[in-house]
Nanobody, 122 residues
């Protein structure tokens, strides 16, 4: 039942960078796996990245690998997504989500933020 709020979205030209933040409150943040997802107009929500509770395991979708970096600070209760070399196809609403268990479990992503818009111009 952790509450999540995203920030940091905006308009950027292709090749630029943005850093998204996901602030958490409630629950035990350090015990949650945190993920980033995105949804473009007319498309299904898709997975972008996730990070384990201790930050030791990170995983990225092939479409963002090498360009995006996920990190977390459990003291600050924040998760970050550093996005570099942005492309127009990265344009979407970006959401952070949290779930219990470990990265090896299949617990549902049951806590979601409201999203932040990222627009990459060509």
């Amino acid at each position: 039942q952790v509450q999540l709020v995203e920030s940091g979205g905006g308009l950027v030209q292709a090749g630029g960078s943005l850093r998204l933040s996901c602030a958490a409150s409630g629950g035990t943040f350090s015990a949650y796996v945190v993920g980033w997802f995105r949804q473009a107009p007319g498309k299904e929500r898709e997975f972008v990245s996730r990070i384990s509770w201790n930050g030791g395991s990170k995983y990225y979708a092939d479409s963002v690998k090498g360009r995006f970096t996920i990190s977390r600070n459990n003291v600050m209760k924040k998760t970050y997504l550093q996005m570099n070399s942005l492309k127009p196809e990265d344009t979407a609403v970006y959401y952070c989500a949290a779930r219990g268990g470990s990265v090896a479990d299949d617990y549902p992503w049951d806590s979601w933020g409201q999203g932040t818009q990222v627009t990459v111009s060509s």
